[in-house]
């Protein structure tokens, strides 16, 4: 039988901040990760949990005052998102994958903060993360710091966070004219972990594509980012013969490993498929 950890639940930030200054303890947001880990099924059960749902200071989505960054406080549910104006206005491809993840239940409790911090490969809204050169902001006793994206998600289930840290916020710079654009795909269409997730970034400019970010989940170690895909897109006017080209080039950069969901050959050519598609979609052909 698995043991219940001891729980402590801090009311403020600076509780929990010194809580995990004093002693390693496992941070709970929704739980919807860690109670699977609680059971020992999966991983290594917690020793001690820090339960953070009680602290307002990590809740909460706002604009900027400047206008050109979203700013989602760690604690910030699925449901949330989905149901924010402001966030289907400026960043809708984040709405879309909260749609996909899980169904109510987890939407309800999973975090945006949990999905950062659980670092699964297959994590939906981690590829968003990185093509959107998001920001992730970790506080403790020390004070806080900004990790991007890009030098989060270090290893396999690993981050940058130290153990004393917790992820407190997150700002996505939402710059106008950008296009963001959202692909997963699993086996059905609710409660269903990733075979493949694309998140596509780009801003039009005089018929070509600058600032093109290509980012996936599920197939790496990490999620990640695919620069030699994105230098060809670099630049390029969205065609036929460019979205050949790309494909061709992301299904040799990637090296996804067979596993329980999926074959590496069907994630690859996923990939290249799923990418050629939405450049397709967007050029209109
Ligand atoms: C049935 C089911 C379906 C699911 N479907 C999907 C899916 O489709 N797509 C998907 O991406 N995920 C899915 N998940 C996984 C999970 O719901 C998400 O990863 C969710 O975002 C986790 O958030 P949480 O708040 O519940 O995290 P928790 O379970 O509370 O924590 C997850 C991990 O992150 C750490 N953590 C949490 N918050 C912080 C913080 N603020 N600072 C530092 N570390 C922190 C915890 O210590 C833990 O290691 C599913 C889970 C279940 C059970």
New binding site residues.
């Given amino acids: 039988m698995p043991v219940e950890p001891p729980v402590v639940t801090p009311r403020t930030l600076a509780d929990a901040y010194a809580t995990l200054a004093g002693a390693p303890h ?11 880990q609680i059971t020992g099924e999966i991983g290594e059960p917690p020793e001690r949990v820090l339960d ?1 749902w009680r602290l307002d200071e ?1 809740r909460g989505i706002a604009l900027s005052a400047t206008g050109d960054e979203l700013v989602f406080g ?1 604690l910030t549910t699925y449901t949330e998102i989905r149901r924010s104006a402001v966030v289907a206005a400026r960043l809708p491809a984040l709405v879309e994958a909260a749609a ?3 169904a109510a239940q ?1 939407q309800n ?7 950062i ?2 670092a ?1 490969p ?4 981690l590829p968003i993360l990185l093509a959107t050169d998001a920001v992730i902001v970790l506080g403790s006793t020390r004070g806080e710091r900004g990790v991007p994206a890009a030098a989060f998600w270090t290893g396999y289930r690993k981050t940058a ?1 130290a153990d004393d840290e ?3 916020r997150v700002r996505i710079p939402v710059p106008a004219r950008r296009v963001v654009r959202f692909r997963k795909v699993g086996t059905r269409r609710a ?4 075979k493949v997730v694309l998140a596509l970034a780009y801003r039009e400019d005089g018929g070509v594509w600058r600032d093109v970010r290509v980012a996936l989940g599920s197939v790496a170690e990490r999620p990640i980012r695919v620069p030699e895909t994105e230098a060809v897109l670099e630049g390029a006017a969205a065609r036929e013969t460019v979205a050949d080209h790309a494909a061709a080039v992301i299904s040799r950069e990637i090296h996804p490993i067979d596993d329980v969901r999926s074959t590496a050959d069907y994630r690859r050519i996923v990939t290249a498929r799923i990418l050629h598609r939405l450049l397709r979609e967007e050029g209109g052909w």
């Fill in positions: 496992r941070p709970m947001a929704g739980g919807t990760d860690l109670m699977v953070l990590l760690a996909t993840i899980g987890i409790r999973g975090t945006l903060g949990g999905n911090g659980n699964s297959a994590g939906d809204t966070r917790l992820v407190i409660q269903a972990i990733s």
